[in-house]
């Protein structure tokens, strides 16, 4: 089983519609969760990042996080073409040890269609 | 600098050869990751530096990568005897340090290996 999973995609989402990701994780002890997005041939940025149970909102996008299912999502509202990418899911072993290495999903890739 | 800068952005060599990648973080980061990337997948952890030292090398594949930070800021990655395998985008990334503190990617270097 891998770290961290993800569903490889492609999600193909109509603009302006919800699109929602999703991310398990096997090690229980992980404490914070990041979502990047890369586009093609770059390098990924940090969208959002998550410590406690619940939602998290930022503008067009929400993280979710529950500990007790080992799962992070990431809603990404009133999809536009510009959001077409490949978004990575991370994970950190421990929220106070800030050197620990950051463990990377595969990566789901969306497609917004207009 | 402004952001993390790697170079050469493409490096292609023979099977065999010695290479060398450098990254300059973001000045006053002291934390510094080199990570691995494969077409289609997530980037995987290579080594991780907290000031001059290496903190974490769990993620080197083998003897023939080494990674240095001589001086607390400009770290390089060596790989000696490249194999076809070790064809990928290897990104540098830098954090401040602090517990929370997201991790800053650079645009990589694509190594081809012939």
């Known amino acids: 089983q891998k770290e961290v999973e993800q569903n490889s995609g492609p999600l193909s989402v109509p603009e302006g519609a919800i699109a929602s990701l999703n991310c398990t994780y096997s090690?229980?002890?992980?404490?914070?969760f990041f979502w990047y997005r890369q586009y093609s041939g770059k390098s990924p940025e940090l969208i959002m990042f998550?410590?406690?149970?619940g939602d998290k909102e930022d503008g067009r996008f929400t993280a979710q996080l529950n500990k007790a299912s080992q799962y992070v999502s990431l809603l990404i509202r009133d999809s536009q073409p510009s959001d077409s990418a490949t978004y990575l899911c991370?994970?950190?072993?421990?929220?106070?040890?800030?050197?620990?290495?950051?463990?990377f999903g595969g990566g789901t890739r969306v497609l917004v269609k207009p | 600098g402004a952001g993390v800068s790697q170079t050469p952005s493409n490096k292609v060599t023979e099977k065999g050869k010695y290479v060398e990648l450098r990254c300059d973080p973001i000045?006053?980061?002291?934390?510094l990751y080199w990570y691995r990337q494969s077409l289609g997948q997530g980037p995987e952890f290579l080594i991780y530096?907290?000031?001059?030292?290496?903190?974490?090398d769990s993620g080197l594949p083998n003897d023939r990568f080494f990674a240095v930070r001589p001086e607390g800021s400009v770290s390089t990655l060596k790989i000696q005897r490249t194999e076809r395998g070790d064809s990928a985008v290897y990104l540098c990334?830098?954090?401040?340090?602090?517990?929370?503190?997201?991790?800053?990617f650079g645009n990589g270097t694509r190594l081809t290996v012939t």
């Open positions: 090690d229980r002890g992980s404490q914070s």
């Open positions: 991370a994970v950190n072993p421990t929220i106070k040890a800030a050197g620990n290495k950051l463990t």
């Open positions: 530096f907290q000031g001059t030292g290496a903190a974490d």
């Open positions: 990334a830098s954090r401040s340090g602090t517990d929370n503190s997201p991790l800053h």
């Open positions: 998550i410590y406690s149970n």
């Open positions: 000045s006053g980061h002291t934390a």
